[in-house]
């Protein structure tokens, strides 16, 4: 089950009804919006590369609703409208999700067992977009299921019940990765990667990513460009003491923070100094960074 | 008849017997003192020296002087004086002869000296000394010989000081004793009077404690204590008195160090000192004298009425501890050392430098680094200044300390703005100019200049300034342009530091002389640095001249260099500009009071100035040519250098990229397109205004030309080979100049805190951690401690394949997982339908435990390692062949054998070879490992040696260095630690470990009190341990010293340690041990 939230109304949907319903802020840099469609179209599985904040999540949603919504249906007899949506399965990946995770597994009934199913099979049956975020987390038998799923077969076996279900037409998989944190262990391994084409995202420039900031914060343009000059400078330091540069999203929240009457120094020290590293002495440069560009 | 003659004549037959100036004497003296004094004492007289040649054998030596004293006697000399003479002798020459006569010989000195009431006095001064030999008899004589000259200068009672003193040196050395007290006349005079007495005190208290510094301290003691204000001698003198007191054996050393800082400090400020000094000297005399010797040294750090803080808090530590006050005065505490930092305005940079280095990283997105300008200046490449900041492109350089206001995060503040400049210079593209570029602002008028010759320039920034005939104009105004531009973009992008840079181009614009006493041309170039710094108001110009819109455009030019799209060609191409307005202002002093000099508002420059480059610029057509100085003016003189924005060489920074990256593509195997000549680089060098060769280097030109050519060269080679080190080359270890020269191992100084138990602080960067690659050794080392354990190898490695399956284990009994577990199900259906509450936890799961280990290995590389294990196991056997010398023999001859055929081994051996085959396990089972080795000598020097670290593979250079293990010296384990510790510190894995192999307890050179003390060795290692342990790693400790039980223990106290006794047994203990350690 997935919460929405939204205007301090909670709605509660089954996962593959949820859509995204209003259109996502999301602020294209390059032809990114029309490879994913062009994808969609050819049904060629998507992985999204980039470090985190970037806005990867944010382009799937976009996506996502982009895809779903010139489709209006009128039910036949009634008359009634109703709007198709694009159905998006997220499923953030940890280090202990298994594929019986993913695919359903057996609860305990009163008499006896029930087979659930897991996000991906129903991802697979509505023709959602199943987005499995930071992949390379999960466990590597995941990967199984993958495979089948991305080429031309287009099948999820499910082994419990001795099934094969064929994708709905318009199921798409969407994975993401951070390359960033690249260590052995972690790495994709090139049979699962090869099967998907890759968009590689990356912080805007800064001229964006200031309009992104001043869009998502509602501060000020000159605060969001300062922001984003922070944000150029910080991830200067990247491999450098800093595993990876402060993202987009920090940016907006120290935007939200001084727009909400935070002092700029402060809101940089809680939403990008502090949270970035706990090493003393980068965090000291960082701040003198802060303390260069902010009065 | 006269009395002389009677008394004459009486006392001939007791005097004939001696040789004849005896009598002769005897009559001279009565003569001499007839007048002077009654018959009765005459003859009494007379009476004392006859019985004094009867004493001894030689005893009418004595009288013979006691006689020719009657003759000398002083005027002041009474009957009582001379009567005490007599009476001294008589005692004095009853135990020595020889004594007695020095003692009348220097008399009549001695009482003109003294006085005749002191005579008594002064023969007990000189008895003292005498001890009934003839070595002390001599002294003691000698101090009578010395009597006039002592008495110069001491009084009677001041003299006895110095008896105390001889006599104390003389129970050591009769020498020493004697020299000092032939020298102390003219050590004493050079003194004043009031400081002779205290002086002597601290000698007694050296005499007794560290007597054979007294030689030295007579030697330079006197102009030592000139150092210390007159008033305070004697209390400073006292001080030191208390630590020879406390038996201290470098008292004399406190004293020196002391009194020599004194001598650096002003007069008026030893009493305050002296005062505090003394409030610690209950406490502990040593920190009081610390105090003293380490004034100078705080001073450097914080001001003077900082001093009394700091004090104040070491006092309180030295209440609560003495060592830990000790260790705080001496300036070997931590805490004291935090303490100074607090109270210190200063800011340093070697403090500073990483967060700086970091900043301007962030700054600019290239990996610059910091340094201080001392290097710079060192590297003799064309910077002299030793405090200006500047850059040559790669590297920021910037002044050692920082104290130009009171506060620390003021004087902070100015580093930040010095090192923003410098960083905005590589940001802003100070160093990118190309001659064809035009300006994004001002176009291109540079391509339309003509000079003489225009091939022969190198770079951009030579051609660029070869079109100006007055190149210094040019370059000065080149500066301050593109200094505006840079200070402009600064304040657009860094909204932060627009406060601290203002403060500093105010302070700047403070500084500045009088603009109106300048010649013209000089006053424009002032007005329009001034207005650089934004100093608009202090702009001033004639106002009767026509100019005065020139000078308003031109400033205006420098606003227009502020502007954002501005670039470095702009720059150039104001600098074209600003030049041509210059040039036309004559060099002449305005003569003209102050009053008819007016401020300047700018303007946008247009009509004087023009913006666009295609328009009309004064030449002809296509071509054109920059003026010269006119006739009749004065030379011209460049405007003073800002500090804040240091020093800027372009041209010099230019060649030497490109002298760089010829560097790089001569070592990639490349030829560089054109590379540069030495002739076109003597050329530019010449033309130069940036660098001064006389300057530089002293003698003559073309000598310091080719030197500064060649640092030049080595400056750019080393930037390149650095800008390579980070691409891993395939052909490193093999290159071409690998043969040339052996290869020089790259040693990398780290500084560790030290551990004082007694202090309970860390002494702040005690150790030196030298750290370097092992030496590759013979490679077939590996391959035959393998073959040799061969049994053992594949057995261990068997043991440690068996712990991989371990990792995946299937848990049970869950709340979730990955299915249910038939088992828990069917007991769960059985329990619900009998109606009693099922467990739910039905789930299995199988849970992946990875093994994600690093381990430190270190190896104690010490020189008791290289004891032979035999040896070791030969004092336990001897006693079986005792009684049977044969079979002893046989043994032996076996023995020998054996040795012959494979060498004994030693301790060290064993250790390598137990190293191989934990490697060998380690690389079985995955684990990321590091192995290293530590010895050293001294807190200057603990070696580190890497033989595998943990980003390498166990390749060939590795396992050749592994072979290179070898006993070196000490064991100053708790650097050793410390640094393993860091380097553990840098992996990412989850298990760390660290694991110390050693061979007995730490010792070193200064590692505790003295050679015999062992405690704070101990307590030093057991802390590093302790420090390993907060940052979550596991040490453990090993050692083959069958003693090791005892330090063990206490080193280890809740770690985990084992003393392995049979050492044999070692290479198949060692990866048992790690295996039950990580298991």
Redesign the interface.
Known sequence: MVEATEERRSAVYDVEEYAVHDEPYYLPIGDEVQLFETAYAQRIPVLLKGPTGAGKTRFVEYMAYKLGRPITRVAPGTGEKSEHRMPLITVACHEDLTASDLVGRYLLDTDGTRWIDGPLTRAVKAGAICYLDEVVEARKDTTVLIHPLTDYRRLLPIEKLGQVIEADDGFLLVISYNPGYQSALKDLKHSTRQRFIAIEFDYPPREQEAEIVAHESGCTRETAMDLARLGEKVRNLREHGLGEGVSTRLLVYAGRLIANGVGARRACQVAVTWSLTDDQEVQRSIEEVVTSIFE | MSIVTDLVARNHERLSGFPAPLEQQFEEGLRALSSRFSPNQLQSWAETGVELTSLSLRSWEAALEYFRAGVNLPSNATWDSMEALGRESLTMAADSAPLAVAFLRSSPAAIQAIGPSHVRQWADLGRRLYKGNWKSSSLAAQFYDAGASVFGVLRIGQAARLVLFIDELARHSYELASACLASSPDVLARLEEDDRLPFLTFAVELAQSSWADSRLYFERGAPLLQKVHAPLRERFLLLSAQVARGHNRSAFQFFEEAAAALGQLEPDDHHQIIELAEQLAPYSPYAAMDFIANVPTVLDRVRVDELEPWHAAGLRILQGSHDGGEAYFRLQSTRGEDILETLSARVELSRIG??????C?????QNVSIQSTEALAEKGIGWIDEHRASTEGTTIFLPEVMERYPQKDENFASY?VFA?HQAAHIEFGSFDFLFERPGNLLGNSRSRLVTADDASAVTNMERFFDLFPERQLAADLYTIAEDARIDGAVKR???????ALRRMQRAELDRRGDVTKLPLRQAFVENLLRASLDGADAVKWPKSRPDSNVVAESLGMLEVLAREEALVEDTAEATIRLYQAAIAIPNVPAEMPETDWDSVESQEPGQALPMDSSGDMGGEGNQMQLGDVGEGEQDYESPEQVDFRGDFKPELVELLMKLKQDAMRGDAGQQSPVPLTPEQLAELLEKSVEIDLDALMEGDLDASTGMFMQNLMKEAGQQASEAQKGQPTSDSSTGEDAGEEPLQPIVTVYYYDEWDFRAQDYKPRWCAVKESKLEQGEENFYENALHEHAGLVSQTRKQFELMKPEMFRKLKRLADG???DIDS?IE?MVEKRAGASPNEK?YW??N?I?RDVAVAFLIDMSASTDEEINKREKKYDDDDYDDDPRKYLSWWVSKRRQELTAPPKRIIDLEKESTVLLMTALETIGDQYGIYGFSGYGRDNVEFFVIKDFDETLDQPIKKRLDKIAPIRSTRMGPAIRHATHKLNLT?AKVKILFLLSDGRPQDHGYGRDRTEKEYAIHDTKQALNEAKREGITPFALTVDRAGHDYLKTMCEDMGYEVVADIESLPSRLPQLYRRLTE
Not at chain 2, 361 to 365: C, I
Not at chain 2, 493 to 499: D, F, M, P, V
């Open positions: 990483e967060i700086l280095r970091l900043y990283k962030a700054l600019t997105g930040k923003t992008e860094y909204g932060g530091i627009r406060r990955e299915d249910i199900a769960w039905i799961r199988r992946k990875e990412d």
